[in-house]
């Protein structure tokens, strides 16, 4: 049996709360100083797969990633977006836009919301987490894995502050 659905990894990058919730469908419900350098590292020259109410809710395209948008809306198109209507055709289109250009990297991000993170979970490689200290209501949520499945390779934790919010950066990696 295999689980791969593509020849690179997939790299699933997110910021959850205790409670599971990673959005409510509208906004960022928090704002944790240094995390948005630390997705730039791991976004950059990757490309990123996400569903249209994340692509909405960012605002516009990164730049230096391909922004590819999955959605049942098949008239929807956003500047800078390449919008697919399947798994399959998000992978196709990562994996052409990496082999395009020699410095691209060869890793697709999944990058939200909880729809495309519960479709592509069964074939992700790596879970980049920064887990918020926070339970605040949302109807986004990650999917749970098997702990079976996955090793913490790394952990660091930032304990909240007066003016901050508590968090760990967590690394997970699916068993080969």
Known sequence: MTDKISRYPLVAVVAMAKNRVIGDGQQLLWHIPGDLPRVKSLTMGRPLIMGRRTFESIGRALPGRA?????????????GALCVSSADDAIVAAEDWISEASDRIGEIVIFGGGEIYSAFMPYLDVIDLTEVDLSPDGAALFPEWNDAEWTEVSRAHHPSTDSAIGFDLVRLERHK
């Open 67 to 79: 922004n590819i948008v999955l959605t049942r809306q098949q008239d929807w198109s956003g500047e």
